[in-house]
């Protein structure tokens, strides 16, 4: 019996994936038809075409809610304007040392750095576009010379995914189309196939070749060998077909398993997810055919069929505006006339779609990435604008907490550990040694969500101020420098803002200190001027002096 080769072993689970995904193609095919008419790979040849795909698309607002998603995401979760995540420790009293937070903000500065420099936000809002109609979308993180890290969202059709135990996504295999100059320059010219390195010295250097590419637990690593090969993730590269026989064009692998996969609404032990964009199709079919409809009434309406008599055939007859048709009409028949008057109910036709329009916005959660702007109110007040939020948030809530899991942990661990082996981190305190850290998110999003403690903290307060007018030792119940600390935790303030314990203690220290000193100065004056008088009071004598003397 013939041994499995390797190259034999990884085409027979890319078949298994394949076929265990088959029964998802047609589903995201009309997704993609009605939502995001450009992406996906369907076929080997589908690739820098640029023919129309947009057909079925009269009506534009589902394109326009799944837009709306991705920008109100990318702006609410990651927005490269403004910090959205810092790190922590999982003790809070270490995070009051001086050294420790000083070091933890240099980190999250440079991680934010190191993010603006890569193309990290220019992938993310086609990973929330994608993963909005689709329910999924991985996005591999590469190192890079330039930027320490690049990514590289992958569309929907080119990809296959399975997960571990756990229903963590841990296996990606995916169908790359890459040039015979890509392939040359990124694996060598001797790793090619005989057919490539023959197109490489005919010139067809731009003709189209597929490529596997798979990254899966290592299984078979030797855990004493510190080699690329023996990493816990393999990744390898081979062409698609025998051409290449059993060689690979690359063989390497990855300390930490490299793709980010996340999905929306799982079910169960799913591998892909539902979707907004699924639960949206039904209505976005509709207003398309709604849309067709309404021109078809209209159009009947302003050029409607026309009915004429027999002596008319093969004769002038005209449709445009003042022109005449003569007509010979007998006694009780009419001449040129419209075949039937038709008058369309548009304005009923047009409510029906703007519900239609409505539902989809609100499955894509427009009206929480747009609410103010949708809002039919000009002034509301700045409570009922945190209400509003709190009660949109409830709806997005479990997808931020998966989108945390499987999205924003791997991105910042996987950044992280890449600048850690190329030694662009600072060195790390002492204190910090066998310390994991932990991943606090603060973006719009983030703090939006935990606005609802900010309002408890503000609450306890209003309620101690109106009990310490009639018994201010109510105030001893509260710990105003710990108070202080949660409220800026909440808000998210920059660490350097607010003091650690240890320099306020300092600065009480120093204070009172300086107040005691005042004190002393102040009153120095008076005991030198008591000790002057005694020194100048006769003890001869009756007087009070000489009595309490003699009393001694």
Same mark, same amino acid.
């Given at each position: 019996?013939?041994?499995?080769?390797?190259?034999?072993?990884?085409?027979?689970?890319?078949?298994? @994936?394949?076929?265990?995904?088959?029964?998802?193609?047609?589903?995201?095919?009309?997704?993609?038809?009605?939502?995001?008419? !450009?992406?996906?790979?369907?076929?080997?040849?589908?690739?820098? !075409?640029?023919?129309?795909?947009?057909?079925?698309?009269?009506?534009?607002?589902?394109?326009? *809610? /799944?837009?709306?998603?991705?920008?109100?995401?990318?702006?609410?979760?990651?927005?490269?304007?403004?910090?959205?995540?810092?790190?922590?420790?999982?003790?809070?009293?270490?995070?009051? =040392?001086?050294?420790?937070?000083?070091?933890?903000?240099?980190?999250?500065?440079?991680?934010?750095?190191?993010?603006?420099?890569?193309?990290?936000?220019?992938? @993310?809002?086609?990973?929330?576009?994608?993963?909005?109609?689709?329910?999924?979308?991985?996005?591999? &993180?590469?190192?890079?010379?330039?930027?320490?890290?690049?990514?590289?969202?992958?569309?929907?059709?080119?990809?296959?995914?399975?997960?571990?135990?756990?229903?963590?996504?841990?296996?990606?295999?995916?169908?790359?189309?890459?040039?015979? !100059?890509?392939?040359?320059?990124?694996?060598?010219?001797? *790793?090619?196939?005989?057919?490539?390195?023959?197109?490489?010295?005919?010139?067809?250097?731009?003709?189209?070749?597929?490529?596997?590419?798979?990254?899966?637990?290592?299984?078979?690593?030797?855990?004493?060998? +510190?080699?690329?090969?023996?990493?816990?993730? !393999?990744?390898?590269?081979?062409?698609?077909?025998?051409?290449?026989?059993?060689? =690979?064009?690359?063989?390497?692998?990855?300390?930490? =398993?490299?793709?980010? /996969?996340?999905?929306?609404?799982?079910?169960?032990?799913?591998?892909?997810?539902?979707?907004?964009?699924?639960? *949206?199709?039904?209505?976005?079919?509709?207003?398309?055919?709604?849309?067709?409809?309404?021109?078809?009434?209209?159009?009947?309406?302003?050029?409607?069929?026309?009915?004429?008599?027999?002596?008319?055939?093969?004769?002038?007859?005209?449709?445009?505006?003042?022109?005449?048709?003569?007509?010979?009409?007998?006694?009780?028949?009419?001449?040129?006339?419209?075949?039937?008057?038709?008058?369309?109910?548009?304005?009923?036709?047009?409510?029906?779609?703007?519900?239609?329009?409505?539902?989809?916005?609100?499955?894509?959660?427009?009206?929480?990435?747009?609410?103010?702007?949708?809002?039919?109110?000009?002034?509301?007040?700045?409570?009922?604008? +945190?209400?509003?939020?709190?009660?949109?948030?409830?709806?997005?809530?479990?997808?931020?907490?998966?989108?945390?899991?499987?999205?924003?942990?791997?991105?910042?661990?996987?950044?992280?550990?890449?600048?850690?082996?190329?030694?662009?981190?600072?060195?790390?305190?002492?204190?910090?040694?066998?310390?994991?850290?932990?991943?606090?998110?603060?973006?719009?999003?983030?703090?939006?969500?935990?606005?609802?403690?900010?309002?408890?903290?503000?609450?306890?307060?209003?309620?101690? &101020?109106?009990?310490?007018?009639?018994?201010?030792?109510?105030?001893?119940?509260?710990?105003?420098?710990?108070?202080?600390?949660?409220?800026?935790?909440?808000?998210?303030?920059?660490?350097?803002?607010?003091?650690?314990?240890?320099?306020?203690?300092?600065?009480?220290?120093?204070?009172?200190?300086?107040?005691?000193?005042?004190?002393? *100065?102040?009153?120095?004056?008076?005991?030198?001027?008591?000790?002057?008088?005694?020194?100048?009071?006769?003890?001869?004598?009756?007087?009070?002096?000489?009595?309490?003397?003699?009393?001694?």
């Amino acid at each position: 019996m013939a041994i499995e080769t390797a190259k034999q072993r990884y085409q027979k689970r890319l078949s298994a @994936l394949r076929n265990e995904r088959s029964s998802w193609e047609p589903h995201w095919r009309e997704l993609a038809d009605y939502f995001l008419p !450009r992406k996906g790979r369907w076929l080997f040849n589908n690739v820098n !075409r640029g023919d129309k795909r947009n057909q079925l698309l009269i009506d534009s607002e589902p394109r326009l *809610a /799944a837009r709306t998603l991705a920008s109100g995401m990318m702006a609410g979760l990651t927005s490269p304007a403004r910090p959205w995540f810092r790190l922590i420790t999982p003790d809070p009293e270490m995070m009051e =040392f001086g050294p420790v937070k000083q070091w933890l903000y240099d980190v999250e500065r440079r991680m934010r750095d190191v993010f603006a420099k890569s193309n990290l936000y220019n992938a @993310l809002p086609t990973v929330y576009g994608e993963m909005g109609v689709f329910g999924v979308c991985p996005m591999i &993180g590469l190192e890079d010379p330039r930027s320490l890290i690049r990514f590289f969202p992958l569309t929907i059709g080119s990809y296959y995914l399975a997960q571990n135990e756990q229903h963590r996504v841990d296996t990606l295999y995916r169908e790359v189309n890459m040039t015979v !100059r890509q392939m040359v320059r990124m694996f060598g010219e001797k *790793a090619c196939s005989p057919t490539v390195r023959s197109m490489w010295q005919n010139g067809s250097t731009e003709q189209w070749i597929r490529v596997i590419h798979l990254i899966e637990p290592n299984e078979d690593r030797v855990i004493t060998r +510190a080699d690329n090969r023996n990493m816990p993730f !393999r990744s390898v590269w081979f062409e698609s077909g025998d051409g290449n026989g059993d060689g =690979f064009l690359r063989q390497s692998g990855f300390h930490e =398993f490299p793709v980010m /996969a996340p999905r929306w609404d799982p079910t169960a032990e799913d591998v892909y997810s539902g979707s907004p964009g699924m639960d *949206a199709l039904g209505d976005a079919k509709a207003l398309q055919y709604q849309q067709k409809q309404k021109a078809k009434a209209i159009d009947k309406h302003v050029d409607p069929p026309m009915q004429a008599p027999t002596s008319l055939r093969n004769e002038r007859a005209s449709l445009l505006p003042g022109d005449i048709t003569y007509v010979d009409v007998a006694s009780g028949m009419q001449g040129f006339v419209p075949a039937y008057q038709i008058k369309p109910e548009i304005q009923a036709l047009l409510l029906d779609m703007q519900e239609m329009r409505d539902r989809i916005n609100r499955t894509f959660y427009a009206d929480l990435f747009l609410m103010l702007a949708m809002s039919d109110r000009r002034q509301m007040t700045a409570t009922e604008v +945190a209400e509003r939020h709190e009660e949109k948030l409830l709806m997005l809530g479990p997808v931020l907490e998966r989108l945390n899991d499987e999205l924003l942990d791997p991105l910042i661990d996987r950044t992280f550990s890449v600048m850690f082996r190329a030694g662009a981190l600072p060195p790390p305190p002492p204190e910090l040694e066998g310390v994991d850290l932990k991943v606090e998110y603060i973006s719009i999003l983030a703090q939006a969500q935990r606005m609802v403690g900010l309002g408890a903290v503000d609450r306890l307060y209003q309620f101690a &101020g109106a009990v310490a007018g009639a018994d201010p030792t109510v105030l001893d119940k509260l710990d105003h420098d710990q108070a202080v600390d949660e409220y800026a935790d909440m808000l998210g303030v920059p660490p350097g803002i607010v003091r650690t314990d240890d320099a306020v203690a300092r600065l009480r220290q120093q204070r009172a200190q300086a107040q005691a000193a005042a004190a002393a *100065a102040q009153a120095a004056p008076v005991l030198a001027k008591a000790a002057k008088d005694l020194a100048e009071t006769p003890v001869d004598g009756d007087s009070a002096l000489s009595r309490a003397l003699g009393g001694v």
